[in-house]
């Protein structure tokens, strides 16, 4: 079965710093990988998604992620956080047609 | 992007009434849709797999006596909690799966059992 690790269930960062979030996945074939984020009170919004295409995956808001076959890693990245950035990251994979979520990130902007 | 609903965005009542609770997709059809349970500070809970035309299928551990789904439409989903009481308060979160392999959320529902 596959499964998706999350590093940290907590990152803070300044506004105007750089953001990453870690996202390990494991799976015997290719994956198809995806990072979500939550706002307070909300359903889930679609950053992006790697479907075996360009390794490197552009997403709204400026962020992106970058699928490494070698590292099984899937991180998200965006070079300058924004304090609307604060919110909750959920990275999942695609399993039988479901989606296997890891345990989130909450990412806090600090002024 | 694709958009889908649930209504009501939140709902209270008292414990041993059921409470529906409407997925829909506005601008898309989707024969296959999700119903998740989420609890504070957790991630999804994947509670089951609702087929349009068929019987839903749902994850080890939910009742499905208790947690009815019908999915009438390639447009629509119902998640009934029968008899709720105050354990299953909680934020209950539709998915709707599309061709491109992607799954749409709405925007949850937050039931509270009295």
């Known amino acids: 079965a596959q499964s998706v690790t999350q590093l940290g269930s907590h990152v803070s960062v300044s506004e105007g710093a750089l953001v990453l979030l870690r996202c390990n996945y494991s799976?015997?074939?290719?994956?198809?990988l995806f990072w979500y984020v939550q706002y307070p009170n909300q359903g889930l919004q679609l950053l992006l998604k790697y479907t075996s295409a360009a390794t490197l995956v552009k997403g709204i808001n400026g962020f992106e992620a970058e699928f490494k076959k070698s590292e099984t890693s899937f991180h998200l990245t965006k070079p300058s956080a924004h304090m609307s950035d604060a919110a909750e990251y959920f990275c999942a994979v695609l399993q039988g047609g479901k989606l296997i979520f890891g345990q989130g990130t909450e990412l806090s902007v600090k002024p | 992007g694709a958009v889908v609903s649930q209504h009501p965005s939140w709902v209270i009542c008292k414990s041993g009434t059921s409470v529906k609770i409407e997925c829909r997709s506005l601008?898309?059809?989707?024969?296959?849709m999700f119903w998740y349970r989420q609890f504070p500070k957790q991630s999804l809970m994947l509670m089951a797999t609702s087929n349009e035309g068929s019987k839903a299928t749902y994850e080890q551990g939910v009742e499905k006596d208790k947690f009815l789904i019908n999915h009438a439409s390639l447009t629509l989903s119902t998640l009934t909690v029968t008899s709720a009481h105050p354990e299953d308060s909680s934020f209950y979160i539709c998915?709707?799966?599309?061709?491109?392999?992607?799954?749409?959320f709405g925007p949850g529902t937050r039931l509270l059992v009295l």
């Open positions: 998915s709707a799966f599309t061709y491109q392999e992607t799954q749409y």
């Open positions: 799976s015997s074939v290719p994956p198809y």
């Open positions: 601008d898309f059809q989707a024969t296959t």
